[in-house]
């Protein structure tokens, strides 16, 4: 059920079936895109593997953002902490 | 590793793990379940345990398709690949699962032709290059893996490929969740949602828990820190008494879900009235088999499989195990009678059990023990 | 058959099985015996000896063949047992019509393996068995080696706050081999490790002197086998740091896509050894001065507790227990 591993696609192949050869640190695999029908990734995408199939494109933008999200945190809570120091009414978050 | 290293860096695991020490009510003890078994395997591989205050508690859920597959099923699959034609090809996961009679690696090794293979696909090149003989894939796996089979039975039609079956035992998590709810022994507080399931089915399915049970839920990731921000995230939502879906796996989980999936899926499954599940009984709705229109593929059409029940020994304990009932120590087989080498039930060979990851991972990390290795 | 996967089934065929019915206390061996090598009295001389039998498919594969392994593997267990191999006997099982080119390539295999290990090769013998009784090829190869002098190696020697050194990168052999398969798809550029480790067991011995305790190749069931065997031998803790262990990237790759352990996967072309802390150092320099031994790390520590056990630590604080390997390593999806 779980285990799917984020892959950047290197070659795009039509085999008659829409498949492309994915990375995963210098590990290759052909990857079917099928499920990805919809919304069909690029050359240089990352999408996650699952069984052999890719399950979802991974969204850098999202990533980064989640990165910069966690590397606030108690960043939050300090300027809290400067804020009540200012003797100003306040509730908590 | 892009997309993995990133979310194992330390220093913001620190700051998460702060974050949560913070927020959690010293005066309070948590109980939040991961229903997810690769959220379980994960949370022991990468040790979060020791990394989370002691008043959280992480509670395992049953979202382990190999361990809630009841052992009748695999028997009735086993029994298929007896016949001398058959291929039987399966993932490398129910490889050691116990049947009645041995794991399929046991019948491997007394003589029948049993293959591991890493996808669906896989199993269908089998097929093609053995014309001469039939490969029956033993398809298990909730609804991250059910529309890659889902696939691959439409192209085996497309194709008319005749020498290919698919024993169908894809199960749903809605109403895995929805039986831990309404079991009377649980009380939880918030939910580490299904990470991979999510990029199929999106996150719409998990609101009834939220606004009718009232408890929070949030679809994580698999790395530490997708971990560790989902707990703060369930921990926020707590502490103001707020009861809400969230995406924390937003980078690859679509709040709508995948339709491509969800269509193939739709074209080559149906529901089937009632499963049973491995501790959970008989459910409804709550697993899939081929329609009408695939019945040349499905196995339990194609050939007479004998429907067994095979009830789990009596002194294990895997029902209450998976519910979160008991913790895999609890269990009077566990680390006797049942460990990974001989293991009586499922939760002990999949690595996603939380028997399994519990032995592998935990159980020996107790100062001052020495345990030594007992023969079968 | 889990028994020849190497890890805790095979461990007990050796230990409750072939021990207890061939030894005797009588016999004329030296210290301590391990599970397949010995040091025996010939005539007041004490000489390393040890055997094994090597079982591939495919017989040849990126980096090597099963006759190199045949060959280095034996080796192997001559230098880790703290022995400068000497000379080699071996069995060839051949199954009928195995084409006569197979067999002269894995000949030169082991003549080229025995010349790079300054080994001799000096007897051998052939059987040929029916078709279908043996799968091509097993080779089988016996060790004779001159012990080093000043090396006393056990487990019941090592001591907590010793260091546990390893050779290079984990997991090349054993991916190598899975690739080479064909059955998962996979493609990488991954070759198999085997090689003679003596040189490098050479120069850690003279640079540690009696600070040496225990030596292993980490083959069969990988470095997390090798290691709890330690533990359970010397019923210590082993306490390693995850970000110690050297992976190349193509294995890490392939672990993690087919859900599997580098931890657990075989090597034919290191070793793990357990040093004195005051002598980890100089050892881990000594190593790393051999051509092909810059990659060696400390990877790890002895420690009291939990006794018998081997544990795995990340930096941000978490820890898990390595166990031994239960049969195959075997991917995984969920």
């Given at each position: 059920?779980?285990?799917?591993?984020?892959?950047?696609?290197?070659?795009?192949?039509?085999?008659?079936?829409?498949?492309?050869?994915?990375?995963?640190?210098?590990v290759?695999?052909?990857?079917?895109?099928?499920?990805?029908?919809?919304?069909?990734?690029?050359?240089?995408?990352?999408v996650?593997?699952?069984?052999?199939?890719?399950?979802?494109?991974?969204?850098?933008?999202?990533?980064?953002?989640?990165?910069?999200?966690?590397?606030?945190?108690?960043?939050?809570?300090?300027?809290?902490?400067?804020?009540?120091?200012?003797?100003?009414?306040?509730?908590?978050? | 590793?892009?997309?993995?290293?990133?979310?194992?860096?330390?220093?913001?695991?620190?700051?998460?793990?702060?974050?949560?020490?913070?927020?959690?009510?010293?005066?309070?003890?948590?109980?939040?379940?991961?229903?997810?078994?690769?959220?379980?395997?994960?949370?022991?591989?990468?040790?979060?345990?020791?990394?989370?205050?002691?008043?959280?508690?992480?509670?395992?859920?049953?979202?382990?398709?190999?361990?809630?597959?009841?052992?009748?099923?695999?028997?009735?699959?086993?029994?298929?690949?007896?016949?001398?034609?058959?291929?039987?090809?399966?993932?490398?996961?129910?490889?050691?699962?116990?049947?009645?009679?041995?794991?399929?690696?046991?019948?491997?090794?007394?003589?029948?032709?049993?293959?591991?293979?890493?996808?669906?696909?896989?199993?269908?090149?089998?097929?093609?290059?053995?014309?001469?003989?039939?490969?029956?894939?033993?398809?298990?796996?909730?609804?991250?893996?059910?529309?890659?089979?889902?696939?691959?039975?439409?192209?085996?039609?497309?194709?008319?490929?005749?020498?290919?079956?698919?024993?169908?035992?894809?199960?749903?998590?809605?109403?895995?969740?929805?039986?831990?709810?309404?079991?009377?022994?649980?009380?939880?507080?918030?939910?580490?949602?299904?990470?991979?399931?999510?990029?199929?089915?999106?996150?719409?399915?998990?609101?009834?828990?939220?606004?009718?049970?009232?408890?929070?839920?949030?679809?994580?990731?698999?790395e530490?820190?997708?971990?560790?921000?989902?707990?703060?995230?369930?921990?926020?939502?707590?502490?103001?008494?707020?009861?809400?879906?969230?995406?924390?796996?937003?980078?690859?989980?679509?709040?709508?879900?995948?339709?491509a999936?969800?269509?193939?899926?739709?074209?080559?499954?149906?529901?089937?009235?009632?499963?049973?599940?491995?501790?959970?009984?008989f459910?409804?709705?709550?697993?899939?088999?081929?329609?009408?229109?695939?019945?040349?593929?499905?196995?339990?059409?194609?050939?007479?499989?004998a429907?067994?029940?095979?009830?789990?020994?009596?002194?294990?304990?895997?029902?209450?195990?998976?519910k979160?009932?008991?913790?895999?120590?609890?269990?009077?087989?566990?680390?006797k009678?049942?460990?990974p080498?001989?293991?009586?039930?499922?939760?002990?060979v999949?690595?996603?059990?939380?028997?399994?990851?519990?032995?592998?991972?935990e159980?020996?990390?107790?100062?001052?023990?020495?345990?030594?290795?007992?023969?079968? | 058959?889990?028994?020849?996967?190497?890890?805790?089934?095979?461990?007990?065929?050796?230990?409750?099985?072939?021990?207890?019915?061939?030894?005797?206390?009588?016999?004329?061996?030296?210290?301590?015996?391990?599970?397949?090598?010995?040091?025996?009295?010939?005539?007041?001389?004490?000489?390393?000896?040890?055997?094994?039998?090597?079982v591939?498919?495919?017989?040849?594969?990126?980096?090597?063949?099963?006759?190199?392994?045949?060959?280095?593997?034996?080796?192997?267990d001559?230098?880790?047992?703290?022995?400068?191999?000497?000379?080699?006997?071996?069995?060839?099982?051949?199954?009928?019509?195995?084409?006569?080119?197979?067999?002269?390539?894995?000949?030169?295999?082991?003549?080229?393996?025995?010349?790079?290990?300054?080994?001799?090769?000096?007897?051998?013998?052939?059987?040929?068995?029916?078709?279908?009784?043996?799968d091509?090829?097993?080779?089988?190869?016996?060790?004779?080696?001159?012990?080093?002098?000043?090396?006393?190696?056990?487990?019941?020697?090592?001591?907590?706050?010793?260091?546990?050194?390893?050779?290079?990168?984990?997991?090349?052999?054993?991916?190598?081999?899975?690739?080479?398969?064909?059955?998962?798809?996979?493609?990488?550029?991954?070759?198999?490790?085997?090689?003679?480790?003596?040189?490098?067991?050479?120069?850690?011995?003279?640079?540690?002197?009696?600070?040496?305790?225990?030596?292993?190749?980490?083959?069969?069931g990988?470095?997390?086998?090798?290691?709890?065997?330690?533990?359970?031998?010397?019923?210590?803790g082993?306490?390693?740091?995850?970000?110690?262990?050297?992976?190349?990237?193509?294995?890490?790759?392939?672990?993690?896509?087919?859900?599997?352990?580098?931890?657990?996967?075989?090597?034919?072309?290191?070793?793990?050894?357990?040093?004195?802390?005051?002598?980890?150092?100089?050892?881990?320099?000594?190593?790393?001065?051999?051509?092909?031994?810059?990659?060696?790390?400390?990877?790890?520590?002895?420690?009291?507790?939990?006794?018998?056990?081997?544990?795995?630590?990340?930096?941000?604080?978490?820890?898990?227990?390595?166990?031994?390997?239960?049969?195959?390593?075997?991917?995984?999806?969920?």
């Open positions: 059920m779980c285990l799917a591993i984020p892959g950047r696609i290197v070659e795009l192949i039509t085999d008659p079936v829409p498949l492309a050869l994915v990375e995963v640190t210098g290759r695999r052909r990857v079917d895109l099928g499920l990805l029908q919809d919304d069909m990734p690029k050359v240089g995408d990352w996650l593997i699952h069984v052999g199939f890719a399950m979802s494109r991974i969204s850098e933008e999202q990533a980064t953002e989640q990165m910069r999200m966690i590397a606030m945190l108690g960043e939050d809570e300090a300027a809290m902490e400067e804020v009540r120091g200012y003797g100003l009414e306040g509730r908590e978050p | 590793m892009k997309f993995v290293d990133e979310f194992r860096d330390s220093d913001l695991i620190g700051r998460a793990r702060d974050e949560i020490r913070r927020l959690a009510d010293p005066a309070r003890h948590y109980r939040l379940m991961e229903v997810c078994g690769g959220h379980t395997h994960a949370i022991y591989r990468f040790g979060l345990k020791d990394v989370l205050p002691s008043n959280i508690e992480l509670i395992h859920g049953p979202g382990c398709p190999v361990c809630v597959l009841p052992m009748g099923r695999i028997d009735d699959g086993l029994e298929l690949a007896r016949r001398p034609d058959v291929i039987f090809a399966a993932f490398g996961d129910m490889m050691r699962v116990p049947g009645a009679h041995g794991s399929p690696l046991e019948h491997k090794a007394r003589g029948m032709d049993v293959r591991i293979v890493y996808s669906p696909t896989d199993a269908l090149k089998l097929a093609r290059s053995n014309p001469g003989r039939h490969v029956m894939f033993f398809a298990i796996g909730f609804e991250t893996t059910a529309p890659s089979t889902a696939l691959t039975l439409m192209r085996a039609k497309a194709e008319g490929i005749e020498n290919f079956s698919v024993f169908c035992n894809h199960v749903t998590i809605i109403p895995a969740i929805r039986a831990i709810l309404d079991s009377p022994d649980m009380r939880l507080d918030g939910f580490i949602g299904p990470g991979h399931v999510s990029t199929v089915i999106g996150c719409r399915p998990y609101e009834w828990i939220a606004r009718t049970e009232g408890k929070p839920i949030v679809v994580s990731g698999f530490p820190l997708d971990l560790l921000q989902s707990i703060v995230m369930l921990l926020r939502q707590l502490r103001a008494r707020r009861a809400g879906v969230e995406n924390q796996y937003q980078r690859v989980v679509p709040w709508e879900g995948n339709r999936a969800l269509a193939a899926m739709a074209e080559v499954f149906e529901l089937r009235p009632y499963f049973e599940w491995r501790g959970l009984g459910i409804s709705q709550s697993a899939l088999r081929l329609r009408e229109a695939y019945a040349r593929w499905d196995a339990e059409r194609v050939f007479d499989v429907g067994v029940r095979v009830t789990d020994p009596k002194a294990a304990q895997c029902g209450e195990v998976l979160g009932v008991l913790k895999p120590a609890q269990c009077k087989l566990f680390g009678e049942c460990t080498e001989h293991p009586v039930g499922a939760l002990m999949s690595s996603e059990g939380s028997c399994a990851a519990y032995y592998n991972y159980h020996r990390k107790t100062a001052g023990q020495l345990r030594i290795l007992t023969p079968a | 058959m889990a028994h020849g996967a190497g890890g805790k089934a095979s461990r007990r065929l050796v230990d409750g099985l072939l021990a207890p019915l061939l030894y005797r206390q009588s016999d004329p061996v030296e210290g301590d015996r391990l599970a397949d090598a010995a040091r025996v009295l010939v005539g007041g001389a004490s000489v390393a000896i040890t055997t094994d039998s090597f591939v498919t495919p017989l040849a594969f990126p980096g090597g063949s099963i006759g190199e392994l045949a060959v280095n593997g034996t080796v192997n001559l230098a880790v047992g703290g022995a400068r191999p000497v000379a080699l006997v071996t069995t060839l099982v051949l199954e009928a019509g195995l084409p006569t080119e197979t067999l002269v390539a894995e000949l030169r295999a082991m003549r080229r393996a025995a010349g790079v290990a300054g080994v001799a090769i000096v007897g051998g013998d052939t059987k040929v068995v029916e078709h279908g009784k043996v091509r090829l097993y080779i089988s190869t016996t060790g004779l080696g001159h012990p080093l002098p000043g090396v006393t190696l056990g487990a019941r020697s090592v001591r907590p706050g010793d260091r546990i050194l390893l050779s290079g990168p984990i997991g090349d052999h054993g991916i190598t081999i899975l690739l080479a398969r064909g059955e998962l798809d996979l493609e990488a550029d991954l070759r198999s490790d085997t090689r003679s480790v003596f040189p490098l067991v050479e120069a850690l011995a003279a640079a540690a002197g009696p600070g040496l305790r225990w030596m292993r190749d980490p083959t069969r990988g470095v997390a086998t090798s290691l709890n065997e330690l533990a359970l031998d010397s019923s210590l082993i306490h390693l740091s995850e970000e110690a262990i050297p992976v190349r990237d193509e294995v890490r790759g392939a672990c993690e896509l087919l859900g599997l352990d580098p931890l657990h996967i075989a090597n034919e072309g290191q070793f793990l050894a357990v040093v004195a802390a005051e002598a980890a150092e100089r050892g881990l320099e000594a190593i790393r001065r051999v051509p092909g031994g810059e990659a060696a790390v400390v990877i790890g520590e002895v420690r009291e507790e939990p006794q018998a056990a081997v544990l795995a630590g990340s930096r941000y604080g978490g820890t898990r227990i390595v166990d031994m390997l239960v049969g195959d390593p075997l991917p995984r999806i969920c």
